[in-house]
Nanobody
Framework: EVQLVESGGGSVQAGGSLRISCAAY????????MGWFRQAPGKEREEIAT???????NYADSVKGRFTISQDNRKVNLYLQMNDLRSEDTGMYYC?????????????????WGRGTQVTVSS
């Protein structure tokens, strides 16, 4: 059974930094596209960053230049380094992924999802 488990969320003041992690159990994600999604209160879930097996990354405009997605070489740990956090970054953050051929698609429809980790940014 594939499980994705997020950790590292918490509360931080605006301008601060936080790193969240996602660990895979039951598989690694060799040949997958992995991504971070977030859902703010009252808003739809949005894709904010993706990474493929070769390390190619994509970011939503709202986080570009502030957030960095990365993975370990074993492809079992995914990270999101978040800098210069803003109140609008508050939300539940989810990692998710699926097997792909080639690079990540423009819109990742993930097969596997974690349960999320809460990030709260206070101004």
């Amino acid at each position: 059974e594939v499980q994705l488990v997020e950790s590292g969320g918490g509360s931080v003041q605006a301008g601060g930094s936080l790193r969240i992690s996602c660990a895979a159990y039951g598989t690694n994600w060799v040949g997958w596209c992995m991504g971070w999604f977030r859902q703010a209160p009252g808003k739809e879930r949005e894709e904010i960053a993706t990474i493929d097996g070769l390390g190619n990354t994509n970011y939503a405009d709202s986080v570009k230049g502030r957030f960095t997605i990365s993975q370990d070489n074993r492809k079992v740990n995914l990270y999101l380094q978040m800098n210069d956090l803003r109140s609008e970054d508050t939300g539940m953050y989810y990692c998710a992924g699926r097997s792909v051929t080639g690079v990540c698609p423009g819109d990742l429809t993930a097969k596997y999802w974690g349960r999320g980790t809460q990030v709260t940014v206070s101004s």
